[in-house]
């Protein structure tokens, strides 16, 4: 039964060459799926960085995302004369808030820079004047937003 089925579509001269492209069409189908890990409808997660750059001094500080738990980061080792904390992250959901403060008195600024890809989001920089101490922080909230929403 199986045989004139076969033969019936696949007549004798031509049925080696349909039967090696409908298997080759098949097997290509089958790689690609197999060899993009079968994430098909799955859309690829954003990067988000953000640094913090001190000259003076170093700094000690937290970032949070999404209303997670706080993450505590410090640095006091300049290099090229600059301190400096980067970070890279997966986009957050809706928001991120970096925090950042002087660790000594000889912390002249803190500058604090938020990027999604490739896009400054949010910065802000800090100078000391006289002898006050030195914080900054940024806040970023609209990862979450629709930009078509007012189209």
Not at 41 to 68: P, Q, R
Not at 133 to 148: A, K, R
Request: with cysteine; hydrophobic share 40%.
């Amino acid at each position: 039964m199986i045989n004139y089925l076969i033969s019936s579509i696949f007549p004798r001269r031509t049925a080696g060459i349909r039967r090696y492209r409908l298997i080759s069409m098949f097997l290509a189908a089958f790689l690609s799926v197999i060899l993009t890990g079968c994430n098909l409808g799955d859309k690829e997660a954003g990067s988000c960085k953000f640094h913090v750059i001190a000259y003076g001094g170093g700094f000690s500080g937290w970032y949070i995302t999404d209303n997670d738990d706080p993450v505590p980061f410090a640095v006091d080792t300049a290099e090229d004369g600059a301190y400096i904390y980067s970070k890279q992250l997966e986009t957050p959901l809706s928001s991120i808030c970096v925090f950042a403060q002087a660790l000594t008195a000889g912390t002249s600024s803190i500058s604090i820079m938020v990027y999604d890809d490739s896009d400054l989001l949010a910065s802000n920089s800090e100078y000391k004047v006289e002898d006050e101490s030195l914080i900054n922080e940024v806040t970023y909230s609209d990862f979450g937003s629709d930009d078509d929403s007012s189209e």
